[in-house]
């Protein structure tokens, strides 16, 4: 085991890394309010990777720290900015993001729909603690890089998630970024 990563804040990536993820648009398609507008984009402009992540995993056990770097490019689907898919720790376990580049939101909510958000921004540390589900969204033109860290039993759900979304969308309101009901989530039943 080696003790750390470097994180090259030009080319956006994190090494030693045990595990690296690319998502792209058409595995997103569903979690935008629009998923019409998301098979028009991806008509014209292909199947491009929304956001990327590079983790240190040290197993699924309790007692270590698993952490990692996201890379979120710029783009919209209709109104709605880019979006990570969000999840549920299953354990009752915080997260730790460290804004490293870009500009962004993130969207916290409880299982019983009580919703914070915060900005992320280098510089910022966002605190997300047990209970809430998590969703970063890149409100800038440029990548959104971050860091985090999470408890390495913490287990990831998503599910709850892909059904019902979250509470609240972020979207561009005169060039700007704009928080609003989620239609589709006030008419779920609770999960
Ligand atoms: O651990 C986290 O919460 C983040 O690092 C996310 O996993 C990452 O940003 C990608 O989001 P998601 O796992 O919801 O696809
Ligand atoms: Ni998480």
């Known amino acids: 085991m ?3 990563s470097k994180i090259d804040a030009v080319k956006n990536l994190l090494e030693p890394f045990t595990n690296h993820k690319v998502v792209k648009l058409s595995s997103l398609r ?5 998923p019409n507008e998301a ?3 991806l008509k014209e402009r292909g199947d491009v990777v929304v956001y990327e992540y590079y983790e240190r995993i040290f197993g699924e056990g309790g007692g ?3 952490f990692g770097l996201t890379v ?3 783009g919209k689907i209709g109104r709605e900015y880019f979006l990570t898919r969000g999840h549920f720790h299953e354990k009752d376990a915080a997260e730790i993001y460290v804004g490293l580049k870009g500009v962004g939101y993130i969207l916290m909510q409880t299982r019983d729909g ?3 958000a915060r900005v992320i921004e280098p510089d910022t540390v966002v605190y997300v603690p047990p209970g809430y589900g998590h969703r970063t969204i890149n409100t800038g033109t440029e990548p959104l890089v971050f860091f985090f860290a999470y408890p390495s039993d913490a287990g990831h759900d998503y599910e709850a998630v892909k059904e019902k979304g979250f509470a609240k ?3 561009e309101e005169n060039g ?3 928080l609003i009901d989620n239609p589709k989530y006030l008419m779920s039943p609770m999960v």
């Open 2 to 4: 080696s003790f750390g």
């Open 30 to 34: 569903d979690y935008f309010s629009e």
């Open 39 to 41: 098979d028009r984009v």
């Open 64 to 66: 270590h720290i698993n």
């Open 72 to 74: 979120m490019y710029p």
């Open 114 to 116: 009580k919703v914070e």
């Open 169 to 171: 969308l972020v979207v």
């Open 176 to 178: 700007k970024p704009k």
